[in-house]
């Protein structure tokens, strides 16, 4: 068994494990701007997997470890890969809903989006019953099942986005504002799946989803990417998809029910499911496409306990070119999401291997399909490469801080782990704070591929940009993460334009994950769960053995 040791003695572990004589790295903007101009570049073409921009961009990361002299990270290799399969969906222009007296035709990409993850040249749903099941939620630790009594196999499920405690206030009532994973699509389709539906649609509401609806459309005729299963037996749905919301209010009129009261009524303990008495008719034609894409990694061996493994990840991948935006730019750069948090991945390669060697290994793990559903991280997980049982935690970057300094860094996830006991002990030294997520409800704990690490019960730390600015205080910064939403998230606007970008704030920031890994990379310690968090029981049941 590890010695599993609390926080406080890590951390006093940590500061006696690093001796006087040993320097210790100084980030600068220079240790970031070159490769995140160059991973945003138009050069990169968006860097979407399957395309001639993934090619480019693993490359490029190979190329760059290998300057720092880091070793391969798995046997002989720079890369590890993930096989994928990318499916286009093109759904019919339109979606018929009909009860016995009408019918209401929805209209693709302005009222809904679909997509499959079947590999059926053709996909058709002909007059299948649709059910409402209300948050689609099966949990038995909070006495709540949306399927009690609903048998929904062959029936098209509609369901409302996040969970039951939005907008409680009741932080025992699920999480109140903090989204648990009940509350995130993928967990919605997974449960539909379970239940043996044949589709199922969320209805969007843009406050409790995090995101408006013109993030949704972007999977729109697009290919999206899923590991490739052949040879399991996985049910798939039929179709998997969004409604706008006054979509929904037009179905529920046509079966005859008044939306407002429907929608409340579904937040209640004991709501009970209901068929609705409409059926719908779409049909996706299906191209799909095996290939297989690949994660980046390096390794930087410990000299005293090389067995033991920090593992810094960052996803490298983006959108790609698609469809152009009103001044006609189709290059998806994410310059933010997630050129920035590569190009950290790669400034703290070489800090370590600038710094004395630390005693235990440090990996760094450019995933790739984070933006498809965090598929590489989630391939690693199933496939690592470094055992669990000796990984002793994850740092994840997912956007670095582009707006200047801040006071403080936002906790993604602020309670789950001893991960950030240690953070805050870095973040005081250097006379910062944390503070739990602005945006709770957006569900970022459950979007980045730190959590595919803490599923398989690694402890795994990501922290996002504070809002509190040091010259001009929290509305403001507040004010720059809503325009990111609004303008630039997940749109071709998302580049690096320096009349907007402060890479001041990017550097403290990136300074503290370095800290952070450092002292546990030349600790003894092994960061826990902290009591109520998911994945404590996951950690401790293999860490006995």
Known sequence: MKRILPIAVIAVVALVACSKEETHYQF?????????????????????PFTEGEEITVKFLEDEFKKMGLEPGNGDSYYQDVPMVSIVSRSAETMELKNSNSTVSLKGFEDFVIWTQKTDSLVEISDAEVVFAGFGIVAPEYGWNDYAGLDVKGKIVVVLVNDPGFGTEDASFFKGNTMTYYGRWTYKYEEAARQGALGCLIVHNTIPAGYGFNVVQGKHHQPILYLDDRGKENYKLGFEGWLTLPSAKKLFELAGKNDSELLAAARKPGFEGMYLGVNLSASIVVEAEYNVSQNVMAKLTGKTKPEEYIIYSAHWDHFGIGK???????????????????????????????????????????????????????????????????????????????????????????????????????????????????????????????FNFAKIGIPALYFGTGIDHVEKGKEYGKSLQDEYVAVYYHKPSDEYNTSRWNLDGAVDDVQVLY??????????????WKEGSEFKAVREGYMRK
């Open 324 to 450: 152009p935006d009103e001044t006609g730019d189709s290059i998806y750069n994410g310059a933010l999401d997630n050129a920035s948090g590569t190009a950290a991945l790669l400034a703290l390669a070489k800090a370590f291997t600038t710094d004395q060697k630390p005693d235990r290994s440090v990996i760094f793990l450019a995933v790739t399909a984070e933006e498809q559903g965090l598929w590489g991280s989630a391939y690693y997980a199933e496939n690592p490469i470094y055992p669990k049982e000796k990984t002793v935690a994850n740092i994840n970057m997912d956007g670095i801080n582009p707006y200047g300094k801040m006071k403080d860094v936002s906790i993604i996830g602020s309670g789950q782990s001893e991960m950030e006991d240690l953070l805050n002990v870095e973040l005081e030294k250097l006379g910062r704070y944390s503070a739990p997520e602005p945006n709770p409800v957006a569900g970022y704990y459950f979007r980045s591929d730190h």
């Open 515 to 528: 800290n952070v890994g450092k002292s546990l990379a030349n600790s003894d310690g092994w960061p826990n």
């Open 28 to 48: 600068q903007v220079s240790d970031l701007e070159p490769n995140l101009i160059q991973l945003a570049s138009d050069e990169f073409q968006g860097r979407r």
